[in-house]
């Protein structure tokens, strides 16, 4: 993800310091009065939580039009190649199924080891009830959602706007599935100039969401001091076995699946394919943006990977912002890992609900710093885990967010191969295809 420039102290800087800060104060809390401290209560209750609250409040305010907007453009944009048909039905199947992989291989690896159990439950339940209050807009009706088949049924919203007004997020996002498809098939002016005004609400969210991150450093001191404050020295145990779990998918999926992709499906050696895309891994991993790294990918694309320059075109400029594989991961072990933490259980039922959610999150998450933050605070929300929880893990986001860029920049390249097999190669140059311009992520 692009990040985001300030005098003299980035905000990936800010927002160490701004973890450091409140886990630091947060654990002084801790040693001083126990947790339970009437002082400490009251700076949880009056000042740390209601920043936090404020800070959630204003992403959650946005998260219906940023999620509609960005997967309806995601699957629209897919129209603008109609010579291409074909290899836009490909990339599409191609990016579900993997990151369909990449999310079971999350939940999986985070259901073995277990990286946020063990916690007080007296005190985890305690925070748990706490933070439900503060969070009623998301987690609100969560009672009387419906079960079982009309669970499924639901999914299919018979009135959108009502879904939205409810925070239905899975009914949203499969009306935008359905309209981006309508706007796939629909080849008409009227049609291109709703694309281009949903587009304009995707830029709008965007840059409003911008403009909310750069206060995530005070939300972070804030959230991290209310957890350290009531779990002290045991939160850096369960954040160290966190980080490890999201290492050990993402690793599994880079080394494991996409070789497999690439040597029965794609037909090439994956060592060739690694030694020759490694100029785009180390551009994705230095910058975190895989929209940065999208002119480099094009060209290793073109130059080292010998792929059709038009169907490099058309998968990488698409992936850079619906293949997400890394994305779909993080959001799946962080969704589990706070459930685990908070002592929630979750049922079969519910853990293919956050399946289903991080794959079509992996499809929409928006390119912001930070773009998955929405995402992961509705699913907690939805589950009924406190969306507080997130700044548990916002401090150790940078290094993951380099991790999980370089495995999303791996898996468009990846798809690119796949999807390049048996189609016609052509003579066009690289720097004479026009490609999207990049949007910040």
């Known amino acids: 993800m692009t990040e985001v420039k300030t005098r003299g102290f980035g905000l990936q800087w800010q927002m160490l310091a701004g973890f450091l800060i409140g886990l630091t104060a947060g654990l002084i809390a801790y040693a001083v009065g126990g947790g339970d401290a009437p002082w400490v209560s009251f700076l949880t209750t009056y000042v740390t939580g209601p920043i936090g609250q404020i800070f959630l409040r204003l992403l959650f305010m946005l998260v219906i039009p940023l999620l509609f907007s960005a997967l309806v453009v995601g699957i629209a944009e897919m129209g603008d190649v109609r010579s291409l048909k074909r290899v836009g039905l490909k990339t599409l199947f191609f990016t579900v199924a993997v990151s369909g992989i990449a999310v079971v291989l999350a939940l999986f690896v985070t259901n ?67 309209f981006g498809i309508g706007l796939l098939i629909t080849q008409s002016k009227a049609a291109d100039a709703v694309q281009s005004a949903i587009e304009g609400i995707f830029h709008v969210a965007m840059t409003l969401i911008g403009i909310i991150i750069k206060f995530a450093p005070i939300a972070i001191a804030c959230f991290m001091f209310n957890l350290a404050a009531v779990f002290g020295w045991d939160l850096l145990l369960r954040l160290g076995a966190y980080v490890g779990v999201v290492l050990l998918a993402l690793a599994t999926q880079m080394f494991i699946i996409y070789p497999l992709l690439l040597k029965f499906a794609g037909g090439i050696s994956p060592t060739w394919f690694f030694r020759q895309s490694q100029e785009a891994m180390v551009m994705a991993f230095s910058t975190a943006s895989s929209n940065a790294t999208l002119p480099t990918a094009l060209r290793v694309a073109e130059t080292k990977l010998n792929l059709p320059p038009r169907v490099a075109r058309f998968v990488l400029t698409i992936g850079a ?29 519910q853990q293919a609900l956050v399946l289903l959610m991080c794959i079509l999150g992996g499809i929409g998450t928006a390119g912001v710093p930070a773009g998955s933050l929405p995402v992961v605070a509705l699913i907690l929300g939805m589950i009924g885990v406190p969306p507080e929880g997130i700044g548990l893990v916002l401090g150790v986001d940078r290094f993951l967010d380099m991790c999980r860029t370089t495995l999303n920049v791996t898996g468009d390249l990846t798809a690119a191969a796949v999807i390049s097999r048996g189609e016609p190669h052509d003579d066009e140059r690289v720097d004479e295809i026009p490609v999207a311009p990049p949007q910040p992520v």
Do not use: H, W, Y
């Open 112 to 178: 073995v080891f277990q990286p946020g159990a063990g916690v007080d439950q007296a005190l985890a339940q305690q925070l748990l009830v706490d933070a439900r209050e503060g969070a009623g807009a998301i987690l609100s009706g969560q009672a009387d959602k419906p079960q079982g088949v009309n669970a499924v049924l639901a999914i299919i919203p018979n009135n959108v706007i009502a879904a939205a007004a409810d925070n239905d997020i899975l009914a949203v996002m499969f009306f935008a599935l359905i």
């Open 321 to 349: 912002t619906a293949n997400q594989n890394g994305t779909a991961i993080f959001e799946g072990v962080t969704v589990l890992f706070l459930a685990q933490f908070f002592g929630v259980e979750l049922s079969l039922a």
